[in-house]
């Protein structure tokens, strides 16, 4: 089965990597949505004041996740992630999407 990665950009100011580290973990180990949208892994990074989101799953989830957007758990971790994340373009509207544009695999 062929591993499916997105990675998503927001700006963040690097003193709150700690407080998004603590709602993602709350988000990840205690609710059932990362299951719902078939994460398999999450990666954060963050560059001066950018935050890259890298996220591994089975199968595109970009479209399981717009189907999940009126629920509960999502609306909890979107709120709280908006008081420390911003859009990376000022006028995007929904979730950045980093578009790859070379893949290597050894395999």
């Known amino acids: 089965m062929p591993l499916h990665q997105t ?5 963040i100011d690097p003193r709150d990597v700690a407080e998004v580290t603590r ?7 205690e609710t059932a949505l990362p299951r719902r949208i078939g994460v398999r892994r999450r990666d954060l990074f963050e560059y001066q004041g950018i935050c890259l989101h890298l996220v ?9 996740l717009r189907e999940e957007k009126d629920a509960a758990d999502f609306r909890e ?3 709280a992630l908006r008081k420390y994340m911003t859009p990376y373009a ?8 980093l578009k ?3 893949t290597w695999n050894r395999d």
């Open 23 to 29: 709602i993602f973990t709350h988000t990840d180990q």
């Open 7 to 11: 990675l998503m950009i927001r700006k």
């Open 90 to 97: 000022p006028d995007a509207l929904g979730i950045e999407l």
């Open 56 to 64: 591994q799953s089975d199968e595109d989830f970009i479209q399981r």
């Open 77 to 79: 971790l979107d709120q």
């Open 100 to 102: 790859p544009f070379y």
